[in-house]
C-alpha cells in the first residue's frame, strides 16, 4: 500500500489562503476526474471541509505523486506552486494511515472532538467510489478510519472535549451582544452547517430565527424545522438591521454579504450592536464590516486563535491511544495480507512437486497401498520440515521492515506466481448515516 496525504488547513495556512484552494478546488467530483487522469495516481479520494482541503492518493511513488497533487492545487487555486507548497503538508504511508485516522476521531479539527467530520469524511469516500476514482486501496483505508472515528467518539469522552464548531463561534460572537435568550437571529445559507447553527440557537433560546437562502424553499423548510421564517436573499438587508446575531455558512465561492450591505443594515439599527459569525470557507461576508461602528465580527481565523488554546485533557489522550493501536493493527493487517499468498503459493508448489514425484514413482516401482502411503508420508514429512523454518519466519516478519522483502526474496528463490491467490472481491461501501 503507497497512500500519500497532501494538504491543505487551517493549521498549516492563514484562512486567506485556505479559502483560495478551497474556492479552487470547488466540485470535488472535477478534481476527481483530473487526478485519474494524471499518471502517477491510481486511486484519490478529495476530502473539501469548511478548514481542510487533503488529497489522499494511491500511488505509484512519492515524489511523483507529490508533484502531480500540488501542481493540481496551484493550477486550480491560482496560488503560485512555490508559495503554495510553503502550506502544503505531506504524509506517506503509515504517516499518512496515522493522519487520516487522527482526522476521523476528529483530534485535527480546529475543535477538538467535533463529530461531524465522521459525515465529511463519509461523504469525500462516497463521491470517490461514484466517481470509481477510489478502490481497493482507499476503501479499506476509509473504511477503517470511519470505524476508528465512531470508536474514539464511542469509548472516551472526546465529544465533550470541546463543543461543535457553531457552538464556540456562537459563545464568542453573543459575548459582544448578549445571551442568545430572547434575541433574533438571522442564519444565512441552508446547508448542514447552517442547520446545526439554527438548531443551536433555537436551543439557546432565541426568540426568533429568520433563515436566508439564495433558494426561498430551502429557507423555508429549514425554517419549519426550527419554527423560523424563511426568506430569500433579497430580503437579507431588513433581516440584518432587525437581528441581534447573524450566521452565515453558504457554498457561495464568493462575499454573499458585502460591506456596503452590511453598512446600510447597519445604520437602520440606530447604534444597537451586532455580531456576525461566518463560518464559510470561502468566507461569506468582507471581512472589512468589523470596522463598522457596533459590529463585531467572528470569523474562522478568528476562531482558530480561540481554540488553538482550548487545553486537552484525559479523554483525547485515551482517543490517541485508540489511533495508535488502531495504526499499528492496520499496518500489520496490510502487510500479513502482502504475504499471505507467498506461503500459500510455497505450500501450493511444495504439494505439485511431490505429487509429481509421487506419481513417477509409481510409474517406476510397484507399490503394495500400504508401501504406497508410507512412502508418501515420509516424503510430505521431509517437505513440510524443510518448509517449516521459512513458513513460520516470513509469518514473524509481517510487522517489520523487512517483512516484505523476505517474502518477495521466497518469490524469488521459488518461482512462485505473483498473483496467486486470486484477489477477493470488495466488501460494500459503508454509507449508513451522516455526522454532519
Known amino acids: 500500500m503507497s497512500v500519500l496525504v497532501v494538504g491543505i488547513s487551517h493549521r498549516s495556512a ?32 478529495v476530502l473539501g471541509t469548511c478548514n481542510r482541503v487533503e488529497v489522499y492518493a494511491e500511488t505509484e511513488g512519492f515524489h511523483a505523486g507529490v508533484d502531480a497533487v500540488s501542481d493540481l492545487l496551484s493550477r486550480l487555486s491560482g496560488v503560485a506552486l512555490e508559495d503554495l507548497s510553503k502550506h502544503l503538508y505531506v504524509h506517506w504511508e503509515g504517516q499518512a494511515v496515522l ?13 477538538v472532538g467535533e463529530s461531524q467530520i465522521l459525515g465529511q469524511l463519509r461523504r469525500a469516500y462516497a463521491t470517490a467510489s461514484d466517481g470509481k476514482s477510489a478502490g481497493r486501496v482507499l476503501h479499506e483505508l476509509f473504511q477503517q ?8 467518539h464511542s469509548e472516551t469522552g472526546i465529544d465533550e472535549a470541546g463543543q461543535s464548531l457553531v457552538s464556540v463561534g456562537l459563545e464568542h460572537a453573543t459575548q459582544a451582544v448578549g445571551p442568545l435568550e430572547g434575541r433574533e437571529v438571522l ?25 436566508a437562502n439564495r433558494t ?19 430580503a437579507v438587508e431588513d433581516a ?48 472589512s464590516v468589523r470596522d ?78 500400504e508401501e504406497r502411503a508410507e512412502v508418501e508420508q515420509a516424503v510430505r514429512r521431509v517437505v513440510d520440515k524443510l518448509l517449516h523454518t521459512p513458513t513460520v519466519r516470513v ?16 518469490r524469488e528463490l521459488f518461482g512462485l506466481d505473483r498473483t496467486a491467490p486470486a484477489a477477493v472481491a470488495l466488501p460494500p461501501l459503508e454509507v449508513e448515516g451522516s455526522d454532519g
Open 14 to 45: 492563514p484562512v486567506s489562503l485556505l479559502e483560495k484552494v478551497t474556492a479552487g478546488v470547488g466540485d470535488t467530483g472535477g478534481v476527481l476526474q483530473q487526478l485519474r487522469t494524471t499518471g502517477p495516481v491510481g486511486e484519490a479520494v
Open 99 to 111: 493522519h487520516l485516522f487522527t482526522v476521523a476521531a476528529g483530534l485535527d479539527s480546529m475543535v
Open 145 to 152: 478510519a470511519l470505524r476508528v472515528g465512531k470508536r474514539a
Open 187 to 211: 442564519v444565512v445559507g441552508a446547508g448542514s452547517m447552517s442547520s446545526l447553527a439554527a438548531a443551536t440557537v433555537r436551543r439557546g433560546g432565541a426568540a426568533r430565527i429568520v433563515i
Open 216 to 234: 426561498a424553499d430551502n429557507a423555508r423548510r429549514l425554517a419549519d424545522a426550527v419554527d423560523g421564517v424563511g426568506v430569500g436573499l433579497d
Open 240 to 287: 440584518i438591521a432587525s437581528a441581534d446575531v447573524v450566521v452565515s455558512s453558504t457554498g457561495a465561492t464568493g462575499v454573499v454579504l458585502g460591506a456596503d450591505l452590511v453598512e446600510r443594515a447597519v445604520k437602520a439599527r440606530e447604534g444597537r450592536p451586532i455580531a456576525f459569525l461566518d463560518l464559510a470557507l470561502p468566507r461569506d461576508i468582507d471581512p
Open 292 to 369: 463598522l461602528d457596533g459590529v463585531t465580527l467572528v470569523d474562522l481565523a478568528t476562531l482558530q486563535e480561540v481554540l488553538e488554546r482550548t487545553e486537552t485533557g484525559a479523554d483525547v489522550e485515551a482517543a490517541r491511544g485508540i489511533v495508535h493501536a488502531e495504526v499499528a493493527a492496520f499496518l500489520a493487517e496490510q502487510v500479513a495480507s502482502r504475504v499471505a499468498p507467498t506461503v500459500v503459493a510455497l505450500r501450493s508448489r511444495a504439494n505439485e512437486v511431490v505429487a509429481a514425484e509421487l506419481s513417477r514413482l509409481a510409474g517406476r516401482v510397484q507399490l503394495d497401498d
Open 395 to 410: 509469518k514473524e516478519l509481517t510487522d517489520a521492515p523487512e517483512g516484505l522483502s523476505y517474502a518477495d526474496a521466497l
